[in-house]
């Protein structure tokens, strides 16, 4: 009788045990690179975007998407990798001044800060606009000043591109590209380069 009560009072124990150390796992949900393996995580906001891709930028986990891996063309998107460029080559205090043919790009139909012939504004300045307003005025200024034409430029985008391993990437202008890709892969890329420029870059408000 005496043994079967021990036996008893050890199973009891063992099973006591079992619960609260189940009780004290930690209850968070890791994201890993595929969402749609982790069954409680929350539903997304509803977009009127074709296609979304949301990732976290130290460990490339996808916290969202939507149509991400559609083929599409990356449009503005490409103008992360201008402003790269552009905080690789230059000051964020440094001055850039419009000439006849960035402010000729500043017309209706064109995403535009209407910039005046003559005028200067810091390099801070047209990051914002850049990455803000999407800016093609800017960003060809930016691309004269850098590397004496646009098609120089491009040409910056497109070695720039191999280095961060985007192989779609064809850069004709700083504004035009020839061919599409999933949003998610130029996105990662190209955040995942930002995220590693100079930290007197990082560090700045842009």
Known sequence: MIRKNSAARTF?????????????????????????????WPEGPENNSGAVCLLDADTGAVLYDKNMDEQRYPASITKI????????????????????????????????????????????????????????????????DIAGSEEGFAAMMNERAAVARIPILSMQTVCQIRTTTPVHTIWHSLCRSASKTRPSAASSPI
């Open 81 to 144: 990798l201008t402003a790269l460029l552009i905080i690789e080559n230059k000051q964020m205090t440094d001055t850039v001044t419009f000439g006849e043919h960035a402010v000729s790009e500043s017309i209706p139909g064109n995403a535009r800060i209407n910039v005046q012939l003559g005028e200067t504004i810091t390099v801070e300045d047209a990051l914002h606009a850049i990455l803000l307003a999407s800016a093609n005025e800017v960003c060809t200024q930016l691309a004269i």
């Open 12 to 40: 009891l124990c063992l099973l006591l045990a079992f619960v609260f150390a189940a009780s004290c796992l930690p209850q968070t949900i890791f994201a890993t690179t595929d969402k749609k393996t982790v069954t409680t």
